[in-house]
Nanobody, 128 residues
Framework: QVQLVESGGGLVQPGGSLRLSCAASGRTFSPYAMAWFRQAPGKAREFVATITWSSGSTFYADSVKGRFTISRDNAKNTVYLQMNSLKPEDTAVYYC?????????????????????WGQGTQVTVSS
């Protein structure tokens, strides 16, 4: 069983930056892709960014494109989300997720149901 543990959340002022980390542990970890989703109070969980584990190809939600960067360190079994120019509307619990096998990735990468493992989440609050 793979366990995903997020860290790096916190309180930041508008315009500030945070870097989230998601470390995987457990059995040999070799997913097809990793992703970050977020869920604001009273809203559905939404896709933020994804990266393929082997090639490092990335895709982003339009709302974060140009501000957020997803990356991975295969040796450390860790995926990161660098968040710059943060806005109050970025306030949410951020979750990382792993897609274990190629599952029509290009069609499904933004769908929650395409991911097999989830972390517990880390709170990000953007406020002055």
């Amino acid at each position: 069983q793979v366990q995903l543990v997020e860290s790096g959340g916190g309180l930041v002022q508008p315009g500030g930056s945070l870097r989230l980390s998601c470390a995987a542990s457990g059995r040999t970890f070799s997913p097809y892709a990793m992703a970050w989703f977020r869920q604001a109070p009273g809203k559905a969980r939404e896709f933020v960014a994804t990266i393929t584990w082997s090639s490092g190809s990335t895709f982003y939600a339009d709302s974060v494109k140009g501000r957020f960067t997803i990356s991975r360190d295969n040796a450390k079994n860790t995926v990161y989300l660098q968040m710059n120019s943060l806005k109050p509307e970025d306030t949410a619990v951020y979750y990382c997720a792993a897609m274990e096998r190629q599952n029509n990735y290009i069609t499904n990468y933004a769908r929650r149901g395409a991911y097999d493992n989830w972390g517990q989440g880390t709170q990000v609050t953007v406020s002055s």
